[in-house]
């Protein structure tokens, strides 16, 4: 039986505010009799009867050329076993979730109850009318092999077993850029493979396939090699028995070229990687804890090549670098499989991205100054964005030249840049802002200590590796609050701004001097400094804390007016303004100010748009196209409104003329380009905007709220800026996830000024 969660955060993501991950929505208007007379009968009859002339015609009037069916039997799900169909259900939501969020797939997870491998099959051929691929997800060997050899040969859609092949593919581009570094021929490359499981038979299958010698190829299991002597293997081990006298995994790795482990942990000790021939290669692969850990095994030997499947080491081999990006290029040719030679393109696209120059963005996001080919950079880093638009064609050319696509692509740049235009808006927005966070966490101040999310949240900040929190509030309440909860307070700081043994007097003398011109006496003083907030910005002034992240429990004027009295404006700023994050379709859309100024004047305007532009460009890699917002169209209507817009927009202009900006425009005209086009065809936007600057905060503040409530967009922030200090709101329905990507985007500010 798995262990019951530390705490119920997982629990309550998966089940509010609606139950589960995923839902399905319809694409086309349904609003009118007309509609549904279109979406149903008798208007859905045409399409009918043309697919029942031509098959094909189904991937053009149905969704099947972008769905994908997630099919297991949840018999061998990753970390958790045999947990069967229904307790697998969330891997498999979680998947659907991958497929659409890193190539905008579509996905049913269907989990069936069975355990006979023709009955999997039998279901997955019944299926294949309705999907144009099938992911085998979490069915346990050795019936995963012939499942999946079975449907390949019997279907004429892509088939692919993500727990066999993910990790070779990803493995294997590792591996080719290993022996080249190391100067090897890679047909006389020896290798150990530890671990004869799914993913074991398909790494040793897929390095073959890359130019690995059969014979050189030594495989253990939980018995020891496989060799040509065992009575006890199976059909699928047999392929890998060769004749030698070693025994054990130690035996075998004496002089061996590389490691691939894809078994458990700590089964490799430093001595073995000692035995190793000279420059070794050692892909660590078990999850969460590889063979032999990262620091061992450079400690073994200071030329070791290594790879781990963890983030907090480089060369991480990462699924989510294969699976949606192959199955994307084959979609989109409509292939009738997924070939040995689109696996293997996908792999040499992977190895040769990690050859080419790493850009800024991918360098901003996980805070590196430098990264290049080499041993420490052998694949490129899973948030890289260009892996969609590297991988997705290789596969589907690959499937073109064998004759395997329906559908021909005549251009393949221009598919690149579809596929750049369609998926890098959205490409890793918080993953990055969190990687890079990571990187140098700082002390955050949560004066909302006592709200049961801001403890859970500074739960997964520590355990993470975000920042270092430090809770603000009543100190029994707060610890009976996470006692009651299961959550550990280990490694996190409780002040209770009551409590004798704080600062509070000595930040009462701080604030009592600042504000002395205001009136403010020492008694009055004392008692302020008792209140979370003022307390968490004080922190924050003396150096005690990095960031404060307040809100929640208190509306946003309670919160900003302790940070306005307190602390300055930055250098360069007259006001405090606020940004929002709206991400609708896959793409963000940077709101401002939505939070802060009422009716701000020209001046104010231009200088809130300069924030927000600089926001977009330099903390989340966006190239800005800022659009000022009105009732008029450039022109088109007189008022105190659209002068006052029209002026912010030639300040804006003058102070950065290299961001393209237009002005003033109706909301439709900045996010629709045909729109655009007609009404300004003459404008230097070129394309949408992603910068919309609101005229007041009325209209900013519902525009966000009602595409949040009524849109169904994600939304982050406020993001305040123009404080000397980092300092952020939390609306007071956040969520925890909402309060953990705010944690890294304050820590990677505080990175910013430091």
Known sequence: MPAKPRFSEALEYHEKPRPGKIEIRATKPTATQSDLSLAYTPGVADPCLVIADDPDAAFRFTNRGNLVAVVSNGSAVLGLGNIGALAGKPVMEGKAVLFKRFADIDVFDLEIDASDADDIVRFCEMLAPTVGGINLEDIKAPECFYIESTLRDRLDIPVFHDDQHGTAIIGGAAFVNAVDIT?????????????????????????????????????????????????????????????TEARTLEDALVGADALIGVSVAGIVTKEMVQSMAADPIVFALANPDPEITYPDAKAARDDVIMATGRSDYPNQVNNVLGFPFIFRGALDVRSRGVSEKMKVAAAMALARLAREPVPDSVLRAYDIEHLAYGPDYLIPKPFDPRVLWTVAPAVAQAAMDEGLARAQIEDMDVYKAELQMRFNASYGLINAITTRAMEQPKRVAYPHGNDLRVIRAARRVRDEGIGSPVLVGPAEEISALAEASGISLGGMEVIDPSDDGSDRARYARVLEELRRDRGLSLHEAERLVRDPNMYACLMVREGAADAVLGGLTTFYPETIRPALQVLKVEEGRSIVSSLYIVVVGGRPYFLTDCAVNIQPTSEQLAEIALAAATAAEEEFDREPRVAFISYSDFGSAGGEEPARVRRALEIFRAARPDIAADGEMQADSAVVPELMASRSPNGSLGRAANVLVFPNLTSANAAYKLLNRLGGAEVIGPILSGLSKTVHVLQRDALVSDVVNMTAIAVAEAQRRD
Not at 193 to 214: K, N, S
Not at 220 to 235: A, C, F, M, P, Y
């Open 183 to 243: 100067g090897r021929d890679v047909s006389k490359t020896r290798v150990v493979v530890a671990g004869a499981g799914a993913a074991g038979v398909a790494c040793a299958r897929f390095f073959i396939e890359l130019g690995v010698d059969p014979a050189n190829v030594l495989m253990t299991d939980q018995k020891g090699v496989i060799h040509s002597g065992r009575d006890d293997l199976t059909e699928v081990k047999r392929e890998f028995a060769i004749d």
